[in-house]
């Protein structure tokens, strides 16, 4: 006999806001397995020869590879989706408020301009129309009704991809960024989903 799934939107515990306060060992393992991912293929590609970063730029794009690795991963979890998706608790603070505004978390995520301008060389076409699509895409999410969100989200995750293979060169090194953070933020972190316990 299935099992009815059992959605819960309380959560309780440590502030959490990588995984979710309140998430389970499995989501936890599962988001920080996920950060390892996309920085071990950009370290293949130094190794290769493929790019010539200094030691900080490579500190940088190791980081940004872990964010958007894990936090793609992370967003999809339903003890993220719990999180982000009620407001926040007094004990969160101002940070929680920040946060858990998905205009001010999505704004947050300068990523294009960090790559386009450091690792670009100073690429300010890459930067400002990379930047301005994602910000537009964020808008465009969150004006759109409940139940069209989700394919809206697909569409715009669609175009980037193509945008990023057709119109927009990537910055060596980065060709994964783009399309990785539109499904990390435009779908991953701006639909609502229902968080299931089971």
């Not at 009815?4 to 599962?30: C, F, M, N, V």
């Not at 200094?54 to 793609?72: E, H, M, N, R, Y």
């Not at 009620?86 to 947050?108: I, Q, S």
């Amino acid at each position: 006999m299935n099992q009815q799934p059992r959605i819960d939107w309380h959560y309780e515990g440590k502030t959490d806001y990588s995984a979710g306060t309140g998430a389970t060992p499995a989501e936890r393992r599962l988001s920080l397995l996920a950060a390892l991912i996309v920085p071990i293929f950009v370290t293949a590609g130094l190794w290769r020869g493929e790019v010539l970063w200094t030691t900080a730029q490579t500190v940088v794009a190791l980081l940004l590879a872990a964010d958007i690795s894990g936090g793609l991963v992370a967003n999809a979890l339903n003890s993220c989706k719990r999180f982000y998706h009620t407001p926040p608790k007094p004990h969160e603070g101002l940070t929680g408020r920040l946060l858990k505004h998905p205009v001010w978390f999505g704004v947050l995520h300068v990523h294009p301009i960090v790559v386009g301008l450091w690792h670009g060389q100073g690429n300010w076409i890459y930067a400002a129309c990379w930047y301005a699509f994602y910000l537009i895409s964020l808008a465009v999410v969150l004006r759109t009704p409940l139940y069209l969100k989700r394919p809206v989200s697909m569409l715009l995750i669609l175009l980037a991809f193509l945008v990023n293979s057709y119109i927009l060169d990537p910055v060596t090194g980065f060709e994964w960024l783009m399309p990785l953070l539109f499904i990390k933020i435009i779908y991953g972190h701006l639909v609502r989903e229902e968080p299931y316990r089971n």
